[in-house]
């Protein structure tokens, strides 16, 4: 079975900084993984997925994350936050390999950015 | 390029009561989704459908919640009788026909149901 866990239910950064969301996953097979953002009242929105290409994988809005198979991690950062970053985002897991298999998230980081 | 459309946007019902969500995904998309998501958790897959057979149901409360995808386009999700525990945002979720491992899903704006 696959999972993920995000460490941190809330994270707040100062406009500017860093930010980076953690997330560790557990999984039996090679996962694929991904990273959706949510913004209040809406769905989500893809931010960037992993499928065995590249480790460093680049989305969209500067983000960016990378895949370390030692440390089962897929954390997210980027370099310097913006007001319009305030979101909540969720890591989450798929199977690898031919199939249908569920997408499994997180419990989501509330993300705030302080003027 | 229309997005996945969902309705109602926000629903409040007693329980023990009916009720049913609709969503039309993105024009093309063979496969649909819904998920529930439960305040302070991430979604949890309820039903796929893949045109318009179920491809996996095994999170789904059969003995109350039913959905069907006619046509292989709209879908509906129905709750029937409600519980206090189904008070959720209700997302549907579409991607188009290809690797279902990688292919990206696209979110609707969800149904935020309120059971009291």
């Known amino acids: 079975a696959q999972s993920v866990t995000q460490l941190g239910s809330h994270v707040s950064v100062s406009e500017g900084a860093l930010v980076l969301l953690r997330c560790n996953y557990s999984s039996s097979v090679p996962p694929y993984l991904f990273w959706y953002v949510q913004y209040p009242n809406q769905g989500l929105q893809l931010l960037l997925k992993y499928t065995s290409a590249a480790t460093l994988v680049k989305g969209i809005n500067g983000f960016e994350a990378e895949f370390k198979k030692s440390e089962t991690s897929f954390h997210l950062t980027k370099p310097s936050a913006h007001m319009s970053d305030a979101a909540e985002y969720f890591c989450?897991?798929?199977?690898?390999?031919?199939?249908?298999?569920?997408?499994?998230f997180g419990k989501g980081t509330k993300l705030s950015v302080i003027p | 390029e229309a997005g996945v459309a969902q309705s109602p946007r926000y629903k409040i019902i007693e329980k023990r009561q009916s009720v049913a969500f609709w969503c039309n995904p993105i024009s093309g998309h063979a496969t649909l989704y819904w998920y529930q998501q439960i305040l302070g958790q991430g979604p949890k897959l309820l039903i796929q459908f893949q045109n318009n057979g179920v491809v996996d149901d095994s999170q789904l409360p059969k003995d109350r919640f039913s959905a069907e995808r006619l046509k292989g386009v709209d879908s509906t999700l129905k709750i029937q009788p409600a519980k206090l525990e189904d008070s959720a945002v209700y997302l549907c979720?579409?991607?188009?026909?290809?690797?279902?491992?990688?292919?990206?899903?696209?979110f609707g704006p969800g149904t935020r149901l309120t059971v009291l």
């Open positions: 989450a897991v798929r199977r690898s390999g031919a199939g249908s298999y569920q997408l499994t």
């Open positions: 979720a579409s991607s188009p026909l290809g690797d279902l491992s990688t292919d990206t899903q696209y």
